[in-house]
């Protein structure tokens, strides 16, 4: 596989989309070292490729993107800030502490990390630089505080490993609520003192008018975990249903009580959820052609099993998953990772008796952490694009924060029920 890992480098290297360099880094391999069964197994790829996108649960993911291109595109992003930094900006790290929150709970609308940093990031960041904030600090913590959006439902992360490993997406949507809030947490902990020991300047106090009148304003934006999570956890929908229930409330939210949108920009709204749909699936659908790859290849056969040992237990199998996924993430997208590693360790997982909730979980949060961690983080290349940063600056501040992440994994593995209340409080 080194020809296979070469080529993918030189194609990142040279700027190449990362479908373009995993899918042309396969034909190639195929086309050097299988040259007899080359076209066969290319026609077989295509194949995987289009399996990799038919399992109906995916169709939550372009409503879920639909849901939250409109939200961006008005003004809900704006007015949720507000509505925190009314309540928090005069305290020591008031506004680091809103970008956090802001973060979270805009995850209870995209799902995504790089959604979140475009839209929380755009308008926290010169409020930040405003204050006395160094440039590396607010990149650091707006690109660290979007991975709070990937656990938090909806989640296009755990829809991933869901559909991968066959667990409920409902289920894992739960599990992230309570591990983000902890990280919430944490992350504001540490805002707080690292402004405080800096002296970093404050916001005047807000009056009550002015708070209530914030709450008037934001208040409606926080009917979205209400529709998703509400209504999963009370059985109302299902994870597609509460897709499209976010849609439509995003719609009524966004043109007819903040009236904020035109008929131009809705349209521009479905026209990038189309662009970004399409990427998600490519990755996917390469995802699970480069999982058949190497299953066809019987690699997991010939690494896995030294590198398990025989009878492995429960804690091992935790740690080796967790620093797979991380290190991968790292160099891959999320996505894709998460679709070629879950099935190659579920015999594993299954084997040690390791509850698949609880792992979607971990899984979900490395993929997170990876995503903003260099060298190829993919929310560090869109905060490069959004914000217009040297590499070197954007990465600058990341450590503190990644060993709040390293932290809150091994919390969430020395006690398992931070992420499994909930699961276990909606099974019954």
Do not use: W
Not at 270 to 279: A, D, E, P, S, W
């Amino acid at each position: 596989m080194m020809l296979f890992g070469i080529s993918l480098l030189i194609m990142l290297l040279f700027g190449f989309p990362f479908m373009v360099t995993l899918l042309g880094s396969l034909i190639l391999y195929l086309v050097v070292y299988m040259p007899d069964f080359a076209p066969n197994m290319i026609v077989a790829m295509v194949q995987q490729v289009i399996t990799g996108v038919s399992p109906p649960a995916l169709v939550c993911v372009p409503m879920f993107i639909l849901s939250a291109s409109i939200i961006t595109s008005g003004e809900s992003a704006g007015r949720l800030i507000r509505m925190i930094k009314v309540f928090v900006g005069h305290l020591p790290g008031g506004l680091p502490i809103t970008t956090n929150a802001a973060c979270t709970l805009f995850g209870a609308v995209s799902g995504s990390t790089q959604a979140t940093v475009a839209a929380i990031g755009g308008t926290m960041r010169p409020m930040l630089l405003d204050a006395g904030y160094k440039s590396s600090f607010t990149l650091g913590l707006i690109i660290n505080s979007s991975d709070i959006a990937f656990l938090i439902p909806p989640s296009i992360g755990f829809i991933v490993y869901g559909v991968a490993t066959s667990t409920s997406i409902g289920m894992l949507f739960l599990s992230g609520i309570i591990p983000g809030l902890m990280i919430l947490l944490m992350f504001s902990t540490y805002c707080y003192f690292y402004s405080k020991i800096k002296k970093v300047g404050t916001l005047p106090k807000a009056s009550a008018s002015e708070r209530i009148a914030a709450i008037k304003d934001g208040l409606p934006v926080m009917g979205f975990p209400f529709i998703i999570v509400g209504g999963i956890y009370v059985g109302i929908f299902s994870p597609t249903e509460a897709a499209a229930a976010a849609v439509l409330y995003s719609l009524i939210l966004e043109t007819i009580v903040y009236r904020s949108l035109t008929f131009k920009i809705i349209v521009d709204a479905f026209l990038q959820t189309g662009v970004i749909t399409g990427v998600v699936f490519i990755l996917v659908g390469a995802g699970q052609a480069f999982s058949f790859l190497i299953g066809f290849l019987q690699l997991p056969d010939q690494i896995l099993p030294p590198l398990f040992g025989t009878d492995p237990s429960m804690l091992k199998v935790m740690g080796i998953i967790v620093v797979v996924y991380f290190v991968a993430c790292m160099f891959v997208d999320p996505i894709v990772a998460i679709f070629i590693l879950s099935p190659i360790f579920q015999p594993y997982v299954e084997g040690a008796g390791v509850d698949p909730i609880l792992l979607g979980c971990l899984v979900t949060l490395q993929a997170a952490v990876g995503s903003a961690t260099p060298p190829f983080g993919c929310d560090i290349f869109t905060a490069q694009l959004i914000f217009r940063r040297p590499y070197l600056e954007v990465i600058g501040h990341a450590l503190p924060f990644l060993l709040i992440l390293i932290l809150a994994t091994i919390i969430l593995i020395a006690f398992p029920q931070i992420a499994l209340f909930l699961p276990n409080m909606a099974g019954g």
